[in-house]
């Protein structure tokens, strides 16, 4: 598929809206299509596959010529596994969601934070467009961010990169929703906004959000018209939330020291006119001494499209890093491959095929071809456990300089590399890979060239 024929689909799963875009290789947005979220009495997978057909049925374009698709859901996921580990707004019935919509299409399936992707989506066609570094900061209900690093979303070691709005701002300050006190978000979200309005109403102050403060949720939408009303509760409230909001810039700013910073949410759009120049301000008085002036602060560009925009940005990613990885795989023209690989045929719980024979047993396939059993022995006595890998087994096991590493997880992902395992595959300069163990069996089968196997053929 060439440049100009590649389209994508990327997926915002939201709590209350799933909405699906699709979009060419240069990021233009070729139709939408939206549907309620059902939180019970449809599986999950169904409805995001439902919005994805009544998109394709209404762009008039097939299955076939989707070269990836993209899903933003509001939660944690791992990394390296795709696994949907927590979604609190969400009712998730199939924490391997991707999965379930990689098998409906048979197209590659990428997963990620939707603010995470928010902010992928800035960084490349919104406007962060052109930056190297760019964080992004959403202000509504709570206060979520991601990190966009030479185009790359950057998760951190455990998942949780980007996390700011639990970013500790006042000490043994007000509770969080996450538990902890004196967060970002429990300062400075629309949450924290509502329960200074709401205070103010209680002690009899008079303004114009009264009646707002009587609904469960105070919109942004009123504290914008409160703000140009001038009214007294919503100035001083927002004055303060303003000052907030840029400490935690600053300690951004001191942290990551990035190009850009967008400021988006339903709070940032309604107030924005307000809240900037106060915010800018305090960010420019900054004692700290830099090189040079920044980072700049920049209202977001995409609005509601953004999460959606940025899941598809992640699937042409994935797609592209795909075909990579197959060409850096390929032996040069006219060498052939250094080792003959045993093929693997299939793979069940417990149980993986190699050349026709079964074998009940984790296994591992070296650069040098050669096949054995995983002694599971040693980690178990190490860990407690054999779904932990470290880089001593590793060693044994890249034996011939690989390219391409595979690492099977089980069935449930639930095998882990230590921290000294991925210092240990990053050293060693192959393409390395986590996945479950069905696609593991696959992307070994498809690698050429010198490549290597630890499969765990169990959970």
């Not at 420019?284 to 953004?306: C, F, I, M, T, Y």
Request: with cysteine.
């Amino acid at each position: 598929m060439s440049k100009t024929e590649s389209k994508f689909i990327g997926v915002d799963v939201g709590g209350t809206k799933i909405l699906a875009l699709l979009v060419d290789d240069d990021g233009e947005v070729l139709g939408r299509s939206k549907r309620p979220t059902q939180q019970e009495g449809q599986p999950l997978a169904d409805q995001v596959a439902a919005v994805i057909d009544d998109l394709l049925a209404a762009t008039g374009t097939e299955p076939g010529e989707i070269a990836g698709i993209g899903l933003a859901v509001p939660g944690v996921v791992n990394s390296q596994t795709g696994e949907l580990v927590h979604a609190p707004n969400l009712a998730v019935d199939d924490p391997w969601i991707a999965e379930r919509i990689r098998e409906r299409y048979g197209v590659p399936v990428a997963i990620g934070n939707d603010v995470n992707l928010g902010t992928l989506a800035e960084a490349w066609h919104g406007a962060g467009q052109g930056a190297s570094s760019v964080v992004g900061i959403f202000v509504g209900t709570g206060i979520g961010g991601g990190v966009v690093i030479d185009g790359r979303v950057h998760v951190g070691a455990h998942d949780q990169g980007g996390e700011v709005g639990h970013m500790v701002i006042v000490v043994d300050g007000p509770p969080c929703g996450c538990g902890n006190l004196g967060c970002w978000e429990a300062l400075a979200s629309r949450t924290a906004i509502e329960r200074e309005v709401r205070k103010a109403v209680d002690a009899g102050r008079p303004t114009v959000l009264a009646a707002a403060a009587e609904e469960e949720h105070i919109r942004s939408g009123p504290l914008g018209k409160a703000l140009k009303a001038g009214d007294e509760v919503a100035v001083e409230v927002m004055t303060r939330v303003a000052h907030y909001l840029a400490q935690g810039l600053l300690t951004i700013k001191h942290l990551i020291d990035p190009e850009v910073i967008v400021l988006g949410g339903g709070v940032m759009e309604a107030c924005g006119d307000f809240l900037m120049p106060l915010i800018e301000a305090e960010v420019r008085a900054d004692k700290l001494r830099a090189s040079r002036e920044g980072p700049r602060l920049v209202a977001s560009q995409l609005s509601d499209d953004a999460v959606a925009l940025g899941a598809a940005v992640l699937a042409r990613s994935e797609v592209a890093e795909l075909a990579a990885a197959a060409a850096c795989a390929c032996p040069p023209a006219g060498e052939e491959p250094t080792a003959a690989y045993p093929r693997l045929d299939s793979v069940s719980f417990g149980v993986v095929v190699v050349e026709g024979e079964e074998i009940p047993n984790d296994i591992y396939i070296r650069a040098d071809g050669k096949l054995g059993k995983r002694k599971k022995k040693a980690a178990r006595k190490k860990y407690g456990t054999s779904h932990v890998v470290d880089a001593e087994e590793l060693q044994k096991v890249c034996k011939g300089q690989p390219r391409t590493v595979i690492i099977g997880a089980g069935f449930q992902g639930m095998v882990r590399l230590t921290d000294d395992a991925k210092e240990f595959l990053n050293g060693l300069g192959a393409d390395w890979q986590v996945l479950r163990t069905p696609e593991a069996v696959e992307a070994f089968n498809a690698a050429r060239g010198p490549k290597a196997l630890l499969l765990h053929v169990t959970c």
